[in-house]
Antibody
């Protein structure tokens, strides 16, 4: 059974860097085909894909946020970390991590974490 | 950048059929996926590869693709189906994109 859980600060100040950790179980990110992604959702708004990291350390970023995002993995700890620099109130959102299907050539998340609400305010 | 367009809202009466569309120029080339999201909860995959249903998803959920538009159909809508529905796909660079979401109201 695959589970994921996000952790990190619930409140950050403008200009600060947000660092979120996704701790997962039920799979290994060192296994061929595995990947974990991050998605966010501002209150009352749409889902927005942020980043994805593959088992081989290949990384994909949303073009609109690429300059501010960094995704890394720690295979030994079963964790994926997302950093988002220069936070602004418009970055207030629930941040989710999710497991990508290992089926090569198909791009969907088959398991999601519960999400964590991050508020940006001074 | 690539965009997926959904209607903001769809309303149906219980027992009727709800159809939620998602349009995008890349949909003839990449599969579409659908997620259901109830208030305060994380999204749940209900359709993958345009029309496949994950285990545990009721048969009343189905998907179809007609080129640049994909459709999520819920046949015999139940009150519990009231939720936001999000389509998702990928562009030619394997970057992911979500639609704007559709709020399904069961009258």
């Amino acid at each position: 059974q695959i589970t994921l859980k996000e952790s990190g600060p619930t409140l950050v100040k403008p200009t600060q860097t947000l660092t979120l950790t996704c701790t997962f179980s039920g799979f290994s990110l060192s296994t061929f085909g595995m990947a974990v992604g991050w998605i966010r959702q501002p209150p009352g708004k749409a889902l927005e894909w942020l980043a994805l990291i593959y088992w081989d350390d290949d990384k994909r970023y949303s073009p609109s946020l690429k300059s501010r995002l960094t995704i890394t993995k720690d295979t030994s700890k079963n964790q994926v970390v997302l950093a988002l620099t220069n936070m602004d109130p418009v970055d207030t959102a629930t941040y989710y991590c999710a497991h990508k299907t290992p089926d090569s050539g198909f791009y969907y998340f088959d398991q999601w974490g519960q999400g964590t609400l991050v508020t940006v305010s001074s | 950048s690539y965009e997926l367009t959904q209607p903001p809202s769809v309303s149906v009466s219980p027992g009727q059929t709800a159809r939620i569309t998602c349009s995008g120029d890349g949909l003839p080339h990449q599969y579409a996926y659908w997620y259901q999201q109830k208030p305060g909860q994380a999204p749940v995959l209900v359709i993958y590869k345009d029309r496949e249903r994950p285990s545990g998803i009721p048969e009343r959920f189905s998907g179809s693709n007609s080129g640049t538009t994909v459709t999520l159909t819920i046949t015999g809508v139940q009150a519990e189906d009231e939720a936001d529905y999000h389509c998702q796909s990928a562009d030619n660079n394997y970057l992911w994109v979500f639609g704007g979401g559709t709020k399904l109201t069961v009258l």
